[in-house]
């Protein structure tokens, strides 16, 4: 696979979301069958995996550690924290310094490595200033045990004060044709101070592939009927739904698959930007490596912008109270 800057990593042009087999979109996959896919996606040429101690509580990354290790000169490590859990098992956003370095302990624990090379504040805490955490991380630097320091869901003014603290390597957001926060401001403030960007949910959680359901053909704890329910209620959901049409005649004009379409279109975005989409099935992991491989003129960039975009589609990407709390939409005031 081609080959992209990130900070002082080359890693390849599609990353992978690791959360998959472990939460997210349905039960966990089997450990050895998550493995298996980890493996074939070093084989396939992913050279950057993306985890958090947040995925299956320790799962996600435990499984790395265990299939992965023997591997570890084979890729970029990612990792998050910023959450932890109450003593009633609730989790919480949780940037206090004491938090983050036992986080990173245990995460480094799990993975069994010596260093994360990517460690991501995953949230800001609202109760604790972005300089105290990145500070903490920034301590972490120093001690070996991280080697560079990324910020997740941030507002634009929010990484000017993280990176006025220790640089920033990378920036971590939802982006993807149907969601388009990132370009308001945080793109623009990436690219001014040489930051990094690594869009997540790339195939707008299943939907661009055009094999997701909706709302209510998923299970209650399918993040698709939590925090990402507007768009895949039933009213939305088979409005944005008449949107797939055009867009599988556009990518059956290319002669690829309406998942490679979405992350072409990324790709050819200004910047390096990376994206990660996460899966647990073989197929579709082999099938997302060959998105790197299309490279789209810009007549076609054009018409997919003016196909899908946030004036075109039914219901915003978070509910309403997560869409308040999310510091990136700050970008975006709606």
Same mark, same amino acid.
């Given at each position: 696979?081609?080959?992209?800057?990130?900070?002082?990593?080359?890693?390849?042009?599609?990353?992978?979301?690791?959360?998959?087999?472990?939460?997210?979109?349905?039960?966990?996959?089997?450990?050895?069958?998550?493995?298996?896919?980890?493996?074939?996606?070093?084989?396939?040429?992913?050279?950057?995996?993306?985890?958090?101690?947040?995925?299956?509580?320790?799962?996600?990354?435990?499984?790395?550690?265990?299939?992965?290790?023997?591997?570890?000169?084979?890729?970029?490590?990612?990792? &998050?924290?910023?959450?932890?859990?109450?003593?009633?098992?609730?989790?919480?956003?949780?940037?206090?310094?004491?938090?983050?370095?036992?986080?990173?302990?245990?995460?480094?624990?799990?993975?069994?490595?010596?260093?994360?090379?990517?460690?991501?504040?995953?949230?800001?805490?609202?109760?604790?200033?972005?300089?105290?955490?990145?500070?903490?991380?920034?301590?972490?630097?120093?001690?070996?045990?991280?080697?560079?320091?990324?910020?997740?869901?941030?507002?634009?003014?929010?990484?000017?004060?993280?990176?006025?603290?220790?640089?920033?390597?990378?920036?971590?957001?939802?982006?993807?044709?149907?969601? /388009?926060?990132?370009?308001?401001?945080?793109?623009?403030?990436?690219?001014?101070?040489?930051?990094?960007?690594?869009?997540?949910?790339?195939?707008? /959680?299943?939907?661009?592939?055009?094999?997701?359901?909706?709302?209510?053909?998923?299970?209650?704890?399918?993040?698709?009927?939590?925090?990402?329910?507007?768009?895949?209620?039933?009213?939305?959901?088979?409005?944005?739904?008449?949107?797939?049409?055009?867009?599988?005649?556009?990518?059956?004009?290319?002669?690829?698959?309406?998942?490679?379409?979405?992350?072409?279109?990324?790709?050819?975005?200004?910047?390096?930007?990376?994206?990660?989409?996460?899966? &647990?099935?073989?197929?579709?992991?082999?099938?997302?490596?060959?998105?790197?491989?299309?490279?789209?003129?810009?007549?076609?960039?054009?018409?997919?912008?003016?196909?899908?975009?946030?004036?075109?589609?039914?219901?915003?990407?978070?509910?309403?109270?997560?869409?308040?709390?999310?510091?990136?939409? &700050?970008?975006?005031?709606?």
């Amino acid at each position: 696979m081609q080959q992209r800057k990130l900070g002082p990593f080359s890693v390849s042009a599609i990353g992978l979301g690791c959360m998959n087999v472990s939460m997210g979109y349905g039960p966990r996959i089997d450990d050895d069958e998550a493995g298996e896919l980890f493996n074939a996606a070093l084989d396939h040429g992913y050279t950057f995996l993306d985890t958090a101690s947040l995925y299956g509580l320790g799962h996600n990354e435990s499984l790395i550690g265990k299939y992965l290790s023997h591997r570890r000169d084979e890729y970029v490590l990612a990792s &998050k924290c910023g959450f932890s859990r109450t003593e009633e098992g609730k989790t919480i956003m949780d940037g206090r310094p004491a938090t983050l370095a036992q986080t990173c302990e245990d995460s480094l624990r799990r993975l069994d490595t010596e260093v994360i090379d990517l460690y991501y504040l995953h949230r800001i805490d609202p109760g604790v200033p972005i300089e105290e955490s990145v500070g903490a991380l920034a301590q972490l630097v120093e001690q070996g045990k991280i080697k560079t320091i990324g910020l997740s869901e941030v507002s634009a003014e929010s990484l000017r004060r993280a990176h006025a603290v220790h640089p920033i390597t990378a920036v971590q957001s939802e982006y993807s044709l149907w969601t /388009r926060t990132p370009e308001r401001k945080v793109l623009a403030t990436c690219a001014e101070l040489g930051v990094g960007f690594v869009p997540f949910s790339p195939l707008a /959680r299943q939907f661009l592939t055009g094999k997701s359901p909706d709302l209510t053909q998923v299970l209650e704890d399918d993040i698709r009927a939590t925090i990402a329910r507007p768009r895949f209620e039933p009213a939305n959901f088979s409005r944005n739904r008449l949107l797939l049409v055009p867009f599988g005649e556009i990518a059956a004009r290319i002669g690829c698959s309406m998942a490679q379409l979405a992350l072409a279109w990324l790709l050819a975005q200004d910047g390096d930007l990376i994206p990660i989409p996460g899966t &647990k099935h073989m197929e579709w992991m082999i099938e997302n490596a060959g998105a790197a491989d299309i490279e789209l003129d810009a007549a076609t960039v054009a018409e997919l912008d003016a196909l899908i975009n946030e004036d075109t589609v039914a219901g915003h990407r978070y509910t309403d109270a997560l869409m308040k709390s999310t510091d990136s939409e &700050k970008d975006w005031p709606r």
